[in-house]
């Protein structure tokens, strides 16, 4: 089953301890992307991955950092979260233009809580 | 710089009616209009997509409408049903550019009362 996978789904922390959300694909896709979710502000871009070792910011990439030392994997780090990270996340993977449809799938999404 | 505005930010529809929802975009460089649907606890799904090279699409009861020289297009949804109610984002994407990105508009949250 085409999927991409995120863990946890549910992280309560504190703040300015070190956290990573991983972010897992199936599809062979080249493009990775993070996502934050918040009421009336919608989906924001926070970074996005165009193929393995290239990573690039999005949106809101501030307190934010990521990799893609694997196809398959892209990780979301916070390496000293604040509260105005308490958000829900979003991972999407899809094709690039030109390789074909570029549907974007989503993870399941990963709500958390910076106290 | 919001590049994708959408309205209304939330639509309440009676169950069989039509619900129209609404996006406006800035950069003619956007060659790629997806809609997604988001239920509560999941990740967005495509819900139906178009290209500017065509006005209007229709799978089932969901239609987008595509309107080039006004930079707008519109989801629209007959016969509504309760199991419709969700939060609909609508987006759009420049194929061509260097740094492909989904620009998102802010989502509508649709109730559909039986």
């Known amino acids: 089953e085409a999927q991409v996978t995120q863990n946890p789904r549910y992280l309560i922390t504190v703040t300015g301890k070190k956290l990573t959300v991983t972010c897992s694909q199936n599809?062979?896709?080249?493009?990775m992307s993070w996502y934050r979710q918040d009421p009336g502000l919608g989906l924001r871009q926070i970074y996005y991955s165009m193929n393995v070792e290239v990573t690039d910011k999005g949106d809101v990439p501030e307190g934010y950092k990521v990799s893609r030392k694997e196809k398959r994997n892209f990780p979301l780090i916070l390496e000293s979260p604040s509260p105005n990270q308490t958000s829900l996340y979003f991972c999407?993977?899809?094709?690039?233009?030109?390789?074909?449809?570029?549907?974007?799938?989503f993870g399941q999404g990963t709500r958390l809580t910076v106290v | 710089q919001q590049q994708v505005k959408q309205s209304p930010q939330s639509l309440i529809v009676q169950k069989g009616g039509i619900s129209i929802i609404n996006c406006a975009y800035e950069n003619t460089a956007f060659d790629y209009f997806p809609w997604y649907q988001q239920f509560p606890g999941k990740g967005p799904a495509l819900l139906i997509a178009?290209?500017?090279?065509?006005s209007e699409k229709k799978e089932g009861r969901f239609t987008i409408s595509f309107n080039k020289s006004a930079k707008q297009f519109s989801l629209h949804i007959m016969d509504s049903q309760p199991g419709d109610s969700a939060t609909y984002f609508c987006?759009?994407?420049?194929?061509?550019?260097?740094?492909?990105?989904?620009?998102f508009g802010k989502g509508t949250l649709l109730t559909v009362n039986p």
């Open positions: 987006a759009a994407s420049n194929s061509g550019g260097s740094n492909y990105k989904l620009t």
């Open positions: 599809m062979n896709h080249e493009y």
């Open positions: 999407a993977s899809s094709l690039l233009p030109g390789q074909g449809d570029t549907e974007a799938f």
């Open positions: 178009i290209r500017p090279d065509v």
